[in-house]
């Protein structure tokens, strides 16, 4: 059974900081690319960034110099450094795992980031 638990989303003040992390479970870890998305109230799920099986990252430009996504296999789990965190930054943040070689795509429930002061 696959299982993607994403932690540490919270209420924050904007220009703060926040880590995201995503624990994957059954699934091979290294054989997935490993995406976060977003979804503000009322506005489509977008990509935040995503991270190859081989490290190469990419990230949407309204976060480029802000968040940085990084992966852990050792530990199957994906991190999300979020930082001078903005009210627009206010979404549910989704972990999604991609699989390299077959159509297999997961995602876990997500966890909600709050910027207010």
């Known amino acids: 059974q696959v299982q993607l638990v994403e932690s540490g989303g919270d209420l924050v003040q904007p220009g703060g900081s926040l880590r995201l992390s995503c624990a994957a479970s059954?699934?091979?870890?290294?054989?997935?690319?490993m995406g976060w998305y977003r979804q503000a109230p009322g506005k489509q799920r977008e990509l935040v960034a995503f991270i190859t099986s081989d490290g190469s990252t990419k990230h949407a430009d309204s976060v480029k110099g802000r968040f940085t996504i990084s992966r852990d296999n050792a530990k199957n789990t994906v991190y999300l450094q979020t930082n001078s965190l903005k009210p627009e930054d206010t979404a549910v943040y989704y972990c999604n795992a991609k699989a390299v070689y077959s159509q297999e795509n997961y995602w876990g429930k997500g966890t909600l980031v709050t910027v207010s002061a």
């Open positions: 059954g699934i091979i870890f290294n054989f997935y690319t």
